[in-house]
């Protein structure tokens, strides 16, 4: 016979799952953005999205551009490579969420000077013509605007070009 503990934090995962929906949102497919993502969609029913190839697991891969509905929201899928082959940004009006490919400031690590080029034009080509108003909510670090990044993030400035 098998047995499972079952924690009443388990339960309260659960009815918000039921609830209201879940889905999980992968901008690339290092450990520190994917640890424990098997056990969770195992437990709950969630839906996951992640660029192709990134996360095997995720049960939605994307390319770029698709809109994601959850509930009354629209994200948008941004293509975002670089830091990883296939690493994705999200949008919604006011906010992008953009994982390791833009931090305050900085920009994720890349792994050649050709995977830094592909991010920074992707950065530019796919951000920077985001608002300048738009808040950007890296996965590390302080939370910034596209404007200041635009403007100031030493690794993308002396790539504009509008």
């Not at 770029?64 to 690493?87: C, D, M, N, R, Y």
């Amino acid at each position: 016979m098998s047995f499972e503990f079952v924690s009443y934090f388990d339960i309260r995962i659960s009815n918000l799952v039921a609830a209201k929906g879940c889905a999980m949102y992968f901008k690339h497919g290092h450990w520190d953005h994917t640890e424990g993502m098997q056990e969770f969609s195992r437990r709950y029913p969630v839906k996951s999205y992640a660029g192709e190839g990134e996360v095997h697991s995720a049960n939605n891969m994307l390319q770029g551009s698709e809109i994601i509905e959850v509930g009354s929201l629209q994200f948008k899928a941004l293509s975002t490579p670089g830091h990883t082959l296939h690493g994705m940004s999200y949008y919604i009006p006011g906010g992008v969420f953009t994982g390791d490919a833009l931090f305050c400031g900085s920009v994720g690590g890349t792994n050649s000077s050709k995977a830094a080029q592909c991010q920074t034009e992707h950065i530019r080509k796919h951000i920077f013509t985001l608002p300048d108003e738009t808040l950007v909510f890296p996965a590390h670090g302080p939370m910034t605007t596209v404007g200041i990044e635009k403007y100031t993030n030493p690794f993308c400035r002396n790539t504009l070009v509008f």
